[in-house]
Each structure stands twice: as structure tokens, then as C-alpha cells.
């Protein structure tokens, strides 16, 4: 497992960093760092982060 800091919020103890999985044997939850709630699926997390970089509004300025 690896602990990161995330955009998101766990809605039990309102803790920012998570534990996500970077091995097949821990499983795919994300959970809260603190208090070990589940927050999702690894796969889902990755989805969404990859969405959000597609998204217009989050688009990088073109290099000169």
C-alpha cells in the first residue's frame, strides 16, 4: 500500500489521505488513512482521475 493525499474527504472522519493498493495481493479498496473506511475501488479512483484529465476545463496550455 501506498498512503496519498487526495482531493476527496473520507465521510466518516473527514481525513484527505488514503491507502491505495499498488500490489494484486492488497486488494483494490482505497481507504482512509486514519480510520481505514472504504472510499472505492482503485480502478474506479484511476477512472475518474483519468476523466477529470480529459475534461475541457482542465486542459493543459499548449507548449510554444
Request: hydrophobic share 40%; charged share 20%; glycine share 4%.
Amino acid at each position: 500500500m501506498i498512503t496519498v493525499t487526495l482531493d476527496l474527504t473520507c465521510s466518516i472522519c473527514g481525513h484527505q489521505q488514503f491507502h491505495l493498493p499498488i500490489k494484486a495481493e492488497e486488494g483494490v479498496n482505497v481507504c482512509c488513512a486514519n480510520c481505514s473506511a472504504f472510499k472505492c475501488k482503485a480502478l474506479d479512483l484511476e477512472r475518474a482521475l483519468t476523466a477529470m484529465r480529459r475534461s475541457p476545463d482542465n486542459r493543459q496550455p499548449a507548449a510554444a
